[in-house]
């Protein structure tokens, strides 16, 4: 643990793995915009800014929503790059687009600073868990200086090739992902409304061909699994505005090489309806909620 860390944004994910940074021995400095956010990780020194918290740091983290903040938290007036010594190491965990990670990687390279993409699989449990999966795009030297960090807030690292191939993997991943959970959704709320035990159709699918994350880890029925949104009134998990920013992430990127996403598109589109319909805050699972209907 030689290395100075700062970890910057302290959200549903970003608490989680920093906690388990400090659990695992490694002293680190954290920032958020959100006062209240910093008391959320026990042990670590609270900063007021991100220029504050990149100061004198081998290696910040970033864990933010949107490469826009990402980029903005980089370039502000007390910003990570007016903070962070030459030579150090920026490991973005965020979801962002492929391209903006090459211009964030850019832009740090003007600063002396050294870049790589790895955003997570794995959800608000695999983050608590300390077991996410990291796909990684950069160089490998960087990656070899990342990957003790990395370890202790994860079990997997995949190099996937230069800046921004990890950011591909994770819009891959999620695009996915996206359309599984309304799949599982309209299945459980279908077998309910013709009379079957949710708990029951969740054992059967769970040894069956209709298998996946969303029904086995991330059931969206309440009462199914615990410690998941579902079972807490939606509240807290992957909010829908985020599932729904990296479906239109992927539909762009799709676009961009002329890759048709039928229903990546269709689940986009479903999720941005939930957010003008009172969703906008809660776990992405609540389309189980929403496909229900009301009473
Ligand atoms: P979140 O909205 O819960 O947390 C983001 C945090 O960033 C918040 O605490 C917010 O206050 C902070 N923030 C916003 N602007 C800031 C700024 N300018 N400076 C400092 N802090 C700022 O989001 P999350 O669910 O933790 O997700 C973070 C990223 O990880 C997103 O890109 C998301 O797509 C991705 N992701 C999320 C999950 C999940 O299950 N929640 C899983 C994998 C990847």
């Keep these: ?8 944004g302290l959200g549903q994910m970003g608490t989680r793995m920093a906690n388990n940074l400090v659990k695992k021995g490694q002293q680190i400095k954290v920032f958020d915009i959100v006062p209240e956010a910093l008391s959320s990780v026990s042990g670590a020194q609270q900063c007021s800014s991100a220029e504050e918290a990149a100061r004198d740091a081998d290696i910040v983290v970033t864990m933010l929503p949107t490469g ?50 790895a955003p997570v699989s794995g959800g608000v449990t695999g983050a608590e868990a300390a077991t996410l999966t990291f796909m990684v795009g950069g160089a490998d030297a960087d990656l070899a200086e990342a990957r003790p960090v990395l370890e202790k807030m994860g079990a997997r690292i995949f190099k996937c090739g230069d800046i921004g191939a990890g950011q591909i993997a994770k819009l ?20 309910v409304k013709l009379g079957l035990d949710p708990k029951l159709l969740t054992d059967i699918v769970n040894v069956s061909t209709g298998r996946s994350w969303s029904s086995d880890t991330y059931n969206p029925v309440p009462g199914i699994l615990p410690n998941v949104p579902s079972s807490n009134g939606y509240a807290g998990g992957f909010s829908v505005p985020l599932i729904a920013k990296d479906l239109g992430l992927a539909e762009a990127a799709a676009l961009s090489c002329g890759t048709p996403l039928m229903l990546g598109a269709m689940a986009h589109q479903l999720y941005r309806a939930l957010i003008l ?18 009473k």
């Design 277 to 294: 319909n009172g969703y906008g805050d809660k776990d992405f699972s609540v389309v189980y909620e929403f496909l229900k209907g009301k």
């Design 68 to 117: 826009d903040i990402v980029k903005e938290t980089l370039l502000a007036e007390k910003g990570i790059l007016k903070g962070m010594p030459k030579k150090a190491l920026l490991i973005d965990c965020s979801t962002i687009e492929p391209k903006m990670a090459q211009e964030l990687s850019r832009l740090s390279t003007d600063s002396g600073v050294r870049f790589i993409d």
């Design 172 to 191: 891959c991943n999620n695009l996915i992902l996206g359309i599984t959970m309304i799949g599982t959704c309209e299945a459980m709320n279908l077998g």
């Design 1 to 8: 643990n030689a290395s100075n860390v700062s970890f910057i």
